[in-house]
């Protein structure tokens, strides 16, 4: 698990309400390969993802504007998705401006799950390594949020990374 990383769910990603990101900042790591491990919440159909920003350790602090985004130079792979989303929305940087509240998002410019449940993983690689300290996540949700039909915030995400030993920890 990434030293000192503590990232949940956001509840300010309602539907109608905006979607807002998520930041954690932990201990720097260089690693090849980020992996998150999502929990839906408890009676939900689905989870998502619109945009999972990786800062590079070299910035001091969250930046005002996006810069220095190395999750654009990963490879995405994904334990599930929908055919109606996309894997490659996850990085592919269109709503990646951490001080904008973005509304809802059409289908294809996100990543799904639905209908199934999970646990669910996505997972960035690079082809040479990263020194990383930070990331932002904008969880979809699809507009059931609450009534468990639709893609909603997870319950609980937690971030794992491949070490200088080949060991993702």
Do not use: M
């Amino acid at each position: 698990e990434v030293p000192n990383c503590s990232l949940i769910g956001n509840s300010n990603a309602k539907a109608g309400s905006g979607n807002g990101f998520n930041y954690a900042k932990f201990d720097e790591i260089t690693t090849t390969e980020l992996q998150l491990v999502i929990e839906p919440a408890p009676g939900a159909a689905a989870v998502g993802i619109v945009e999972w920003i990786v800062y590079g350790a070299e910035i001091a602090t969250r930046p005002e504007v996006l810069k220095d985004n190395v999750a654009l130079d990963a490879s995405v792979d994904t334990s599930f998705c929908t055919t109606w989303n996309s894997e490659a929305a996850i990085n592919d940087g269109k709503q990646s401006d951490p001080t904008i509240t973005y509304r809802q998002v059409a289908e294809n410019d996100a990543w799904g799950t639905w209908p199934e449940k999970g646990p669910h993983t996505v997972t960035y690689t690079w082809d040479t390594p990263v020194k990383v300290d930070s990331i932002d996540i904008l969880w979809h949700c699809d507009g059931n949020y609450g009534t468990g039909a639709g893609v909603e915030p997870p319950e609980s995400a937690t971030l794992y990374y491949r070490n200088a030993d080949g060991e993702l920890v």
